[in-house]
Nanobody, 125 residues
């Protein structure tokens, strides 16, 4: 069992930056791949980025490539999402999720086993 808690969301102007954190508790977190997803009002939850268990492999949605960076510190049981050059269309609730296939880098919601409660990111124009 893995519990995930996101933090770091907030209100930022377009062009600004935020760093989200996903803190995990539970056994063997370092063996899980972790993904970030987001959900805007009235829209489906969508993939943002993912990182393999050891951090060597990453994957990004085209909409955030070059602006967002995912990383992890297994010693701290934490995964980060550094977001730069934010746009109003990045406004959403951001969720982190963990999957037990350590190197899959899934892009679908159904591929993930554990989810956090989400953190709101609002980008003003």
């Amino acid at each position: 069992q893995v519990q995930l808690v996101e933090s770091g969301g907030g209100l930022v102007q377009a062009g600004g930056s935020l760093r989200l954190s996903c803190a995990a508790s539970g056994r063997s977190f370092s063996t899980y791949a972790v993904g970030w997803f987001r959900q805007a009002p009235g829209k489906e939850r969508e993939f943002v980025a993912a990182i393999s268990w050891g951090g060597r492999s990453t994957s990004y949605a085209d909409s955030v490539k070059g602006r967002f960076t995912i990383s992890r510190d297994n010693a701290k049981n934490t995964v980060y999402l550094q977001m730069s050059s934010l746009k109003p269309e990045d406004t959403a609730v951001y969720y982190c999720a963990a999957e037990s296939t350590p190197a899959r880098l899934g892009v679908r919601v159904v591929e993930y086993d554990y989810w956090g409660q989400g953190t709101q990111v609002t980008v003003s124009s």
